[in-house]
């Protein structure tokens, strides 16, 4: 293929690429039940995106810290808060994440990624996996400080990696990742790990797979 649709494929990070399951015994360390991980990063999503849509921003670290802090407001050390911020340094990938790589890889398209978090705990992951050589390179919406959905990080990946929004795709776990880089001119590529519907408020995604090399292998044929 000599012109190729898709020149770059940027991924988000968090459950897209990188379980969360980890954090359910961290919480249960830091005397939190684990079934509260997923309302732990929902609230911390949505201060992000409120902070981003009045304008101001805020890291990824201090907005998980604020939002466990809410899920123990009796405690008055932040004892949780170091012990889930080491689980999260121990976050594993998802089995279909180095195939999907490979795939890129073996077609020349290079792989990066894209966090509402900080570059230095993907790269950590990336290395702890294995997985960096597969990796050009590693992104932060810190650059423009604007949360994803925002445009201006989709925007951002591209100019740094030199291709047209339209010849760049994202491809992510979350619907609103996926809404957002349709919304900036990128591809969008939706990875459905929990089977769920898509939402009928966003514009449908250029590829739905249940597994990542699905994903990408349908953006790298998408005309």
């Not at 649709?5 to 399951?21: C, G, H, I, M, Q």
């Not at 993907?122 to 960096?132: D, E, I, T």
Request: aromatic share 8%; charged share 20%.
């Amino acid at each position: 293929m000599t012109d190729k649709a898709v020149e770059a494929v940027v991924f988000d990070v968090n459950e897209t690429l990188f379980s969360l399951e980890r954090l359910g015994p961290a919480f249960a360390e830091a005397g939190l039940a684990p079934a509260l991980v997923p309302l732990w990063f929902a609230r911390l999503l949505r201060d992000g995106f409120a902070l981003t849509a009045m304008g101001r921003f805020a890291p990824f670290a201090d907005l998980a810290a604020d939002a466990l802090r809410s899920l123990a407001p009796d405690r008055g050390d932040d004892h949780a808060v170091q012990v889930v911020t080491a689980g999260f340094r121990q976050l594993d990938p998802h089995p279909d994440v180095a195939p999907a790589f490979e795939i890129l890889h073996t077609t020349g398209v290079p792989a990066v990624t894209l966090t509402n978090g900080g570059t230095d705990l993907v790269q950590h992951l990336l290395q702890r996996a294995g997985l960096s050589g597969h990796v050009q390179q590693c992104l932060s919406v810190a650059a423009v400080r604007r949360w994803k959905p925002a445009p201006e990080p989709y925007l951002y990946a591209a100019e740094e990696l030199g291709v047209a929004p339209s010849r760049l795709a994202l491809v992510a776990s979350h619907p609103w990742d996926c809404a957002g880089a349709h919304h900036a001119g990128l591809r969008a590529g939706w990875v459905s790990r929990r089977g769920e519907p898509w939402p009928r408020v966003f514009p449908t995604p250029d590829v739905t797979g249940a597994d990542l090399p699905t994903v990408v292998t349908g953006l790298l044929d998408h005309s």
